[in-house]
């Protein structure tokens, strides 16, 4: 093909007018060419919806119309009618000596960053799955960090979205939580699952139309957590929410900010099946991801999950046949939202080292609430911090997922979920605040893990260390644990293939990028998301317990290897109780990677 200039020669100009259209291959890129109303238009021959080849389209009236899925193009610049489909490119012509010449190298009037974060935007405000895939994969294929495109999702979500934070915004930051942990192709795919559920969470929702902030900044920081917590009590979202702006634009330090919100998300037990505490904690580690500056309107978002959530006070199960409230009131101060008697019993312990009494795990994981409940007091008046006695509690909230029999109802999985996820949310809480009202949701999450003993009737078998070991390659475990996910009911087998890959001396790193693969590829659920995150959260928390060689530093070595273990045993089980699914999220992922490469998706 002869060459001149930037340009390269493609058709004689009497042959396009008399056939109206050619398909040319210019260094790899196949281009149609169309003689329509006396001009010569270039554009890529692959659609950029779905990469069906153009040349077969219609042209009528300056527009381009793909056959296939009938997008439309201006054919002059290539923009859409479309939102859906995305422009297509287009490229320069000209005639010289009756011959049409194209180049196929223009220069690009806005730069890939540029041109994927507009996309991005149009495939939140549409919920157009596969533009969210093409404009996440983009964006980091141009090198842009991870963190930029989960800002806008965030503050889509929180802008967009009338009821507030939700599933969308929590999976957003769970997959932000999880992506160090994630090898880079599937880096990819947890912001395409953290964006796509939030663009499905807003689509159809009225936008949130803010409240100011008050106009002063010399409200006592006792009385401005105070208003809030009347204010959510009283189910009044508009006054919540000018407190809560108050709070972050008076410049209150993060911890006080989570101070007021735990305080109001624990003023009643187990809100909401414990999702409003979890949500409140994961907006604050999504603040870790995006910087502090979106504090005011990313925490606001939670003023309507908190004001209209269910109180587990006013249920059955925590009244009967057991008072469950009752006894922690007992605790607290003569009331369910009162601290004063935590108060006294930290007081006593201040200054004491605490360490877990022999038999603690058993008491959690027991079937006497009043020794439950006697055995934490004790803990707080011997000197448990609230995140010390919050790792005892979720440890316990992570045992009965692990332990979950198979012979109960498939739904109760989430029963023991719901558990362990408010435990984890109430652990990494207290790592961000010491507030007294923190010690609530530890007791709270003990009554949860007590209320869900009988889901552990039958016991699975939970492999203690060097149960499992088998002299295996630790890659072959996790190859057949990936294959154990692709059938149906491999929950033991599941859980036993971890504790191998931990008794084969495997890598954790590795485990995490498998169990994070084997995850992303299917249409994973909003709980399964959750479940990995916590359990990632968890076992990182665990390793954190070891000095640099690796040794426990406060902790029996053997239980410090239990303490790693379980969370990722408990995980492979859920995971293999809800997989395989149909993988149509993965399906549009690889449609939208080829489709980036500029590979054909189509052919004869």
């Known amino acids: 093909m002869a060459t001149t200039d930037d340009f390269r020669e493609i058709v004689p100009l009497d042959e396009l007018e008399a056939e109206g259209r050619t398909l040319a291959s210019v260094d790899g890129t196949p281009l149609a060419v169309f003689h329509h109303e006396g001009e010569i238009r270039a554009v890529d021959d692959r659609c950029p919806h779905m990469g069906f080849p153009l040349v077969e389209g219609t042209v009528d009236d300056g527009i381009l119309t793909c056959h296939w899925h009938h997008a439309r193009f201006e054919l002059s610049c290539g923009d859409t009618f479309d939102p859906w489909a995305d422009d297509v490119r287009t490229y320069p012509t000209e005639v010289r000596d009756g011959t049409v010449y194209v180049n196929p190298n223009p220069s690009r009037e806005v730069p890939p960053d540029e041109h994927w974060a507009g996309r991005l935007e149009t495939g939140l405000e549409e919920n157009l799955r596969l533009v969210v895939a093409k404009s996440t994969i983009g964006l980091l294929d141009a090198g842009v960090d991870y963190r930029v495109p989960t800002a806008t999702a965030l503050e889509f979500g929180t802008r967009y979205r009338e009821s507030g934070w939700g599933r969308g915004l929590t999976i957003l930051g769970c997959m932000a939580n999880v992506m160090d942990d994630l090898e880079p192709r599937d880096r990819k795919r947890a912001l395409y699952t953290g964006v796509r559920h939030v663009a499905s969470d807003c689509a159809g929702e009225p936008p949130r139309f803010e409240q100011p902030s008050f106009s002063t900044d010399e409200v006592a920081f006792d009385r401005l957590k105070s208003w809030f917590r009347d204010c959510v009590e009283v189910r009044d979202r508009d006054g919540a929410e000018r407190c809560l702006r108050t709070a972050v634009a008076s410049g209150r330090s993060e911890g006080e900010v989570a101070e007021i919100v735990f305080a109001a998300a624990t003023d009643h037990p187990y809100l909401s099946t414990g999702h409003v505490l979890d949500f409140a904690n994961t907006a604050f580690e999504s603040l870790e991801h995006v910087g502090w500056a979106q504090a005011g309107e990313i925490l606001t978002g939670l003023v309507e999950p908190l004001v209209t959530a269910s109180r587990s006070d006013e249920r059955s199960a925590w009244r009967r046949p057991v008072d469950l409230v009752a006894l922690l009131e007992e605790v607290y101060g003569g009331d369910i939202s009162a601290t004063s008697g935590l108060e006294e019993l930290a007081s006593e312990g201040a200054e004491t080292a605490w360490a877990p009494p022999d038999g603690l795990q058993e008491t959690l994981l027991g079937d006497d609430p009043e020794a439950i409940v006697d055995a934490l007091a004790d803990a707080v008046r011997s000197g448990a911090t609230t995140e010390e006695l919050a790792a005892e509690v979720v440890h316990a909230a992570a045992t009965r997922v692990a332990r979950f029999g198979t012979a109960n109802e498939f739904g109760d999985w989430d029963t023991v979920h719901h558990a362990f996820t408010y435990a984890n949310a109430v652990h990494q809480s207290t790592r961000r605040t010491d507030a007294v009202e923190l010690y609530r949701g530890v007791f709270d999450a003990a009554c949860k893990v007590y209320l869900d003993r009988f889901l552990n009737t039958p016991s699975a078998p939970v492999?203690?260390?060097?149960?499992?070991?088998?002299?295996r390659e630790p890659d072959a475990v996790l190859e057949e644990l990936l294959e154990t996910f692709d059938a149906e009911g491999k929950v033991n087998a599941a859980g036993r293939l971890v504790a191998e890959f931990f008794d084969c001396g495997g890598d954790p790193t590795a485990l995490k990028r498998t169990l994070g693969h084997g995850l992303l590829r299917e249409d994973a659920d909003f709980h399964t998301l959750q479940n990995l995150e916590a359990a990632f959260r968890q076992f990182d928390l665990a390793d954190a317990r070891t000095d640099e060689r690796g040794d426990a530093v406060d902790i029996a070595p053997a239980e410090l290897e239990r303490r790693r273990r379980v969370p990722m045993i408990a995980t492979a089980r859920y995971m293999a109780a809800h997989f395989p699914t149909r993988?149509?999220?993965?399906?549009?992922?690889?449609?939208?990677?080829?489709?980036?490469?500029?590979?054909?998706?189509?052919?004869?």
């Open 583 to 604: 993988r149509e999220a993965e399906q549009t992922f690889s449609i939208a990677t080829r489709l980036n490469r500029g590979e054909a998706i189509h052919e004869d």
């Open 463 to 471: 492999p203690e260390p060097g149960d499992e070991a088998s002299g």
